[in-house]
T-cell receptor, first 114, second 118 residues
Framework: DSGVTQTPKHLITATGQRVTLRCSPR?????VYWYQQSLDQGLQFLIQ???????AKGNILERFSAQQFPDLHSELNLSSLELGDSALYFC?????????????FGDGTRLSIL | AQTVTQSQPEMSVQEAETVTLSCTYD???????LFWYKQPPSRQMILVIR??????QNATENRFSVNFQKAAKSFSLKISDSQLGDAAMYFC???????????????FGKGTKLTVNP
């Protein structure tokens, strides 16, 4: 158990809909990272928050947004969903932002768009 | 931009044997970290081993060890005495040193699927 909790584990929805994925980081971790894992693109970084502030964006679509709340949990919002958004979405957390601080991953949310 | 390449989409090994998974990366940085993550069918991402670029000594964690060749930008994973539970996707990942206000995200390779035959 990594200590990172992601809900829901599986989400099935239709094109055009909006969903929210939730992540609770490990106790004491201030950084939260979101990654998307798809068959064609592999594992790609989406966005990072540190202590409530957005720190970096990767290949995140404009239809996607995220935030980190004062209690440090984070939510990833995906809107106007398309078939290509079907993927496994991981949240990871680390104590800080330094490279030697390991990122611990949650079990992921499997998003299926029908 | 940093890139990570895993040239072996699939590998197989006999139980109790040794297997080596390859990884190369490209960066202009001199200080960084390298990781191997394991993703079993349960889809969890599990940290296997990590290497700090400024350390010449290769990292070892029980049956897992790395061969880090900084000049060649190569970072291979050796699994000794392979077990059935080692069957998984293995991802090589790069992460900058950090501490300069930037995001130190992980950059992943495409992965190598390891099959362990009984």
């Amino acid at each position: 158990d990594s200590g990172v909790t992601q809900t829901p584990k599986h989400l099935i929805t239709a094109t055009g809909q909006r969903v929210t994925l939730r992540c609770s980081p490990r106790s004491g971790d201030l950084s939260v990272y979101w990654y998307q894992q798809s068959l064609d693109q592999g594992l790609q970084f989406l966005i990072q928050y540190y202590n409530g502030e957005e720190r970096a964006k990767g290949n995140i679509l404009e239809r996607f947004s995220a935030q980190q709340f004062p209690d440090l949990h984070s939510e990833l919002n995906l809107s106007s969903l398309e078939l290509g958004d079907s993927a496994l979405y991981f949240c990871a957390s680390s104590v800080g932002e330094l490279g030697n601080q390991p990122q611990h991953f949650g079990d992921g949310t499997r998003l299926s768009i029908l | 931009a940093q890139t990570v390449t895993q040239s072996q989409p699939e590998m197989s090994v006999q139980e109790a044997e040794t297997v080596t998974l390859s990884c190369t990366y490209d960066t202009s940085e001199s200080d960084y970290y390298l990781f191997w993550y394991k993703q079993p069918p349960s889809r969890q991402m599990i940290l296997v081993i990590r290497q700090e670029a400024y350390k010449q000594q290769n990292a070892t964690e029980n049956r897992f060890s790395v061969n880090f060749q900084k000049a060649a930008k190569s970072f291979s994973l050796k699994i000794s005495d392979s077990q059935l539970g080692d069957a998984a996707m293995y991802f090589c990942a790069y992460r900058p040193r950090g501490g300069q206000g930037g995001s130190e995200k992980l950059v992943f390779g495409k992965g190598t699927k390891l099959t362990v035959n009984p």
